[in-house]
């Protein structure tokens, strides 16, 4: 059976990187099928490539391997880490975002001690993730490659804010559509609204919304709505339009929703 490989980065066409990467993996693994998840990631933006990653990951056979290519450098705060979740192996640096890419801490982590690799901390994925990776095809155990029982750190900041009659939620990501998601699940939801009234704030009172619909055809060409999504997150969207450029929204502003 063939081993995938999946890749993310903010690597550009005119860079040599991601050839090299993918190459390198071929030589290692002969018969290694490699998955292009995205490599139109804005520069060094971290959240965007865990957002991609954390739809993208669960549709992928078991036993795929993924390689997160954004801020990938190591050091003493962001070690490089081997996890296996569910029967899917990641590979990348600890920057915080995995428990957020999982949707919960990982079954099983380990950390890389990149000296077994290399010696600098210059290009890691070809260096030090084409490595591992090509272990883990080839059939070697996760112990033989890293240090075991690692716990991951968690970035604080994609976590909801649960206060008495609110929930604080942020936006994440926006698509190509203008689309913002936010970081509030939908299990989160009715775990503290239930069915209770509510009221929806997109960053100030003027933009408010007082239900979350099935879909946007539940509201009018124009108009200001409210999903769950796919990935099973809180998605704000104007039907038609692009929700971040009218409204002028950044990663980090807030949707806030009160609840009676």
């Not at 390198?24 to 018969?31: A, G, H, I, Q, T």
């Not at 390689?67 to 600890?94: E, Q, W």
């Not at 003027?206 to 124009?222: E, P, W």
């Amino acid at each position: 059976m063939p081993k995938i490989v999946s890749i993310i980065s903010d690597w550009k066409n005119q860079d040599f990187y991601l050839a090299a990467l993918k190459h390198r993996l071929m030589r290692y693994m002969p018969d290694v099928v490699i998955s292009d998840v995205s490599h139109q990631i804005e520069p060094f933006n971290t959240m965007q490539s865990a957002f991609v990653m954390r739809a993208a990951w669960r549709y992928f056979p078991e036993n795929s391997i993924h390689l997160m290519c954004v801020n990938a450098a190591a050091s003493a705060k962001t070690p490089h880490v081997l996890l296996k979740h569910r029967n899917h192996y990641f590979i990348g640096a600890d920057n915080g975002y995995w428990p957020f890419i999982l949707g919960e801490n990982p079954d099983n982590a380990w950390i890389i001690n990149d000296e077994m690799y290399y010696e600098g901390n210059s290009f890691p994925e070809l260096n030090v993730f084409a490595a591992l990776a090509a272990g883990i095809g080839n059939g070697m155990s996760p112990d033989e490659l890293g240090k075991p029982a690692y716990e991951v750190n968690e970035n604080t900041e994609l976590k909801v804010v649960f206060k008495p009659g609110s929930i604080h939620a942020a936006f994440l990501y926006f698509d190509s559509y203008g689309n913002g998601m936010s970081n509030l699940t939908k299990q989160m939801f009715y775990e503290h609204v239930g069915d209770k009234k509510i009221r929806i704030l997109v960053v100030s009172e003027q933009n408010k919304l007082n239900k979350i619909n099935t879909s946007y055809a539940d509201v009018r060409q124009g108009s200001l709505c409210a999903v769950f999504n796919s990935q099973d997150l809180l998605e704000l969207a104007i039907r038609e339009g692009n929700l971040k450029q009218l409204l002028d929204l950044q990663i980090g502003d807030t949707v806030r929703i009160e609840y009676w």
